[in-house]
């Protein structure tokens, strides 16, 4: 009897221990995704200011780029091997430390990216993330994927200009916000941005047929980059758009098999540019004139 009591004892001692442990273990691992979400919002609230100030030498931008990139690196290589013990259920998180997780992976390879969007999926339905998180997300992975986006979250800034430009966007993606209870949070960035971009910035609506290039023109200067404007762009043999102000162009077409130069031309001035393919929705490039 004292012998079974005291295997019982040791059984209940173990159990204790191993609790103990795994709310140890799990305090650790939320440490961890926390300091890594800090230092990922802390680091990208530079790079933006510095972005947004048009006396930004570029070689700062450059410098404080790379140095967002490694850290980027860096806390993936912290948090994405315990949201692997997460999705193992080896390991129990707060919704905190899940939704901190989500920037994580939110500014991960697109390969990253692709691997947890069931994680992400699950996050918005059980309310860990709200719609504006999950539809920025669901934008990201199809515009890293050259397609066209469906909630107008993804938007390209270029480094020399300044100038914002939203990534195309589905015909359909009305229908396929509205399926998806979502179709208030895309109007929402409609408005938002038809009010806030000039005209030739207005976001592009594509078919599944269509296939959108768009880009920038500049010559180089002393310092840095300077938008050349009035340049004209053909394909086809036809004159598609002009590149405006800050060198900004952009144009849409059918898509085809059979691919021919884009032409780009200014009084004597000319330069050929090819597409990589039409496999895609788009395609962005910038020319050096």
Same mark, same amino acid.
């Given at each position: 009897?004292?012998?079974?009591?005291? *295997?019982?004892?040791?059984?209940?001692?173990?159990?204790?221990?191993?609790?103990?442990?795994?709310?140890?273990?799990?305090?650790?691992?939320?440490?961890?995704?926390?300091?890594?979400?800090?230092? +990922?919002?802390?680091?990208?609230?530079?790079?933006?200011?510095?972005?947004?100030?048009?006396?930004?030498?570029? =070689?700062?931008?450059?410098?404080?780029?790379?140095?967002?990139?490694?850290?980027?690196?860096?806390?993936?290589?912290?948090?994405?091997?315990?949201?692997?013990?997460?999705?193992?259920?080896?390991?129990?998180?707060? +919704?905190?430390?899940?939704?901190?997780?989500?920037? /994580?992976?939110?500014?991960?390879?697109?390969?990253?990216?692709?691997?947890?969007?069931?994680?992400?999926?699950?996050?918005?339905?059980?309310?860990?993330?709200?719609?504006?998180?999950?539809?920025?997300?669901?934008?990201?992975?199809?515009?890293?994927?050259?397609?066209?986006?469906?909630?107008?979250?993804?938007?390209?800034? =270029?480094? +020399?200009?300044?100038?914002?430009?939203?990534?195309?966007?589905?015909?359909?993606?009305?229908?396929?916000?509205?399926?998806?209870?979502?179709?208030?949070?895309?109007?929402?960035?409609?408005?938002?941005?038809?009010?806030?971009?000039?005209?030739?910035? *207005?976001?592009?609506?594509?078919?599944? =047929?269509?296939?959108?290039?768009? #880009?920038?023109?500049?010559?180089? =200067?002393?310092?840095?980059?300077?938008?050349?404007?009035?340049?004209? /762009?053909?394909?086809? #043999?036809?004159?598609?758009?002009?590149?405006?102000?800050?060198?900004?162009?952009?144009?849409?077409?059918?898509?085809?098999?059979?691919?021919? +130069?884009?032409?780009?031309?200014?009084?004597?001035?000319?330069?050929?540019?090819?597409?990589?393919?039409?496999?895609?929705?788009?395609?962005?490039?910038?020319?050096?004139?």
């Amino acid at each position: 009897m004292k012998k079974l009591i005291a *295997a019982v004892s040791l059984i209940g001692s173990s159990i204790a221990i191993t609790k103990a442990q795994t709310m140890e273990n799990t305090m650790n691992f939320e440490k961890l995704i926390m300091k890594a979400y800090h230092a +990922d919002q802390e680091n990208r609230t530079i790079v933006e200011k510095l972005l947004l100030d048009k006396s930004t030498p570029q =070689d700062s931008l450059k410098k404080y780029a790379l140095q967002l990139k490694k850290s980027d690196m860096m806390n993936q290589k912290v948090v994405l091997p315990i949201l692997d013990k997460y999705i193992a259920s080896e390991v129990k998180l707060s +919704d905190s430390s899940l939704n901190a997780a989500y920037y /994580i992976v939110q500014h991960a390879s697109k390969e990253d990216q692709e691997k947890y969007s069931n994680f992400v999926g699950k996050l918005y339905k059980n309310q860990v993330i709200n719609k504006n998180e999950y539809t920025r997300f669901i934008d990201r992975v199809l515009i890293r994927n050259h397609k066209a986006q469906v909630y107008l979250k993804q938007a390209h800034m =270029d480094a +020399d200009v300044k100038d914002i430009y939203p990534f195309p966007l589905k015909a359909n993606a009305k229908e396929i916000a509205k399926n998806n209870n979502l179709l208030e949070e895309l109007e929402k960035e409609i408005d938002i941005k038809t009010k806030s971009f000039p005209a030739e910035y *207005a976001p592009v609506f594509i078919m599944d =047929d269509e296939f959108v290039v768009f #880009g920038h023109i500049k010559k180089k =200067d002393e310092q840095s980059n300077v938008p050349v404007s009035d340049v004209e /762009i053909s394909y086809g #043999g036809k004159v598609l758009a002009k590149s405006n102000q800050n060198g900004f162009y952009s144009f849409k077409i059918i898509k085809s098999a059979t691919i021919v +130069d884009i032409l780009f031309t200014k009084g004597s001035i000319f330069m050929n540019k090819k597409l990589d393919s039409m496999d895609k929705d788009w395609q962005m490039i910038d020319v050096l004139f």
